[in-house]
């Protein structure tokens, strides 16, 4: 955070209120519900609005750059995030609490969680965007390792479906880092302040 603020001379905020949420849409609506509420404090240059997220926070921040907050968001940045809801959901680990988010039961078959979350699924909807629609400058960090939200079924292909609609997205991979991409400490810091401050 303290990368971020002095990177670009930026106020965060952020809620966790609506808990284990992976996007879902009462997630979303808070989140446009703060964004407005910081602009309408006047305290905020809605110009200059970025978004930084990791795990489940991806796909709310993906959802929320979709949805209210389309053409609002000048920057994204994400760590070991969450673009893909099918991949949570056939990979099993976490998919108890991800249908759960979307008020379906544990035993919910893969194919029938992956049809009723389709549309709230960040990954199909920003594949289907056609070339040129207005997105926020992205930068994606996320370990090789990373055996939670592995890189090949979220941050690649999030990163290709950017590039085919025509989106400035950087990649970068740690080829030794598992989950905890925030724990690199200062070299993270250090690309997120130069990201922010280069973006806002």
Not at 143 to 151: E, L, M, S
Not at 160 to 176: I, Y
Request: with cysteine; net charge neutral; glycine share 12%.
């Amino acid at each position: 955070m303290r990368a971020v603020m002095s990177g670009g001379s930026c106020a965060v905020a952020g809620s966790h209120a609506c808990g284990d949420n992976w996007g879902n849409s009462e997630a979303v609506a808070a989140n446009a519900a703060l964004y407005e509420a910081l602009v309408e404090s006047g305290y905020v240059d809605s110009r200059r609005v970025g978004l930084m997220g990791g795990g489940l926070g991806g796909a709310l921040i993906w959802n929320s750059v979709l949805g209210p907050l389309a053409g609002k968001v000048k920057a994204v940045a994400v760590m070991q995030a969450v673009a893909s809801l099918e991949a949570v959901i056939r990979e099993q680990k976490f998919k108890p609490p991800c249908v759960k988010a979307y008020g379906l039961s544990d035993d919910v078959s893969d194919d029938e969680a992956v049809r009723k979350i389709g549309p709230h699924d960040p990954l199909p909807r920003l594949r289907s965007l056609p070339v040129g629609s207005p997105l926020p400058r992205t930068v994606i960090y996320h370990g090789v390792k990373d055996q939670n939200i592995p890189a090949l079924t979220n941050a690649v292909p999030l990163a290709d479906a950017l590039r085919r609609a025509g989106g400035d997205v950087s990649l970068e991979l740690f080829p030794d880092v598992e989950h905890a991409v925030y724990a690199l400490g200062k070299p993270l810091e250090e690309r997120l302040r130069l990201f922010f401050g280069s973006s806002l």
